[in-house]
């Protein structure tokens, strides 16, 4: 990280800033892609599934499409990638509504 000042006539010497690098702090994991809920077996019982989040939880994605989003790179530093928030997602909670809109 540097930092330089600016005005009308330009920009000014830059200074390095201490320490020159920085790990950013781990973040919330990104939403699960493509959740889908059916009737599962035994009866009374649902079946739901999704993927892996590939957009950060910040709702920017890395790269790809809106439709078809591709896996965001391993930050700098990191052992996951962004859209894990920097670290292993370690469980997922699922929440049930008897209603509609989830209300």
Not at 8 to 36: C, D, E
Not at 68 to 81: A, E, H, K, Q
Request: charged share 10%.
């Amino acid at each position: 990280v540097r930092v330089s000042a600016l005005n009308s006539a330009g920009v000014g010497m830059s200074r390095v800033a201490s320490p020159n690098f920085v790990i950013p702090a781990n973040q919330v994991p990104g939403k699960p892609l493509a959740p889908t809920a059916s009737a599962g077996t035994p009866s009374g019982s649902l079946q739901v599934s999704w993927q892996h989040p590939l957009i950060p939880g910040h709702g920017i994605q890395c790269s790809g499409t809106g439709d078809s989003p591709l896996v965001c790179p391993t930050p700098f530093g990191s052992s996951s990638p962004a859209a894990d928030g920097g670290d292993v997602i370690t469980e997922y909670e699922v929440e049930v509504s008897e209603s509609e809109g989830f209300n």
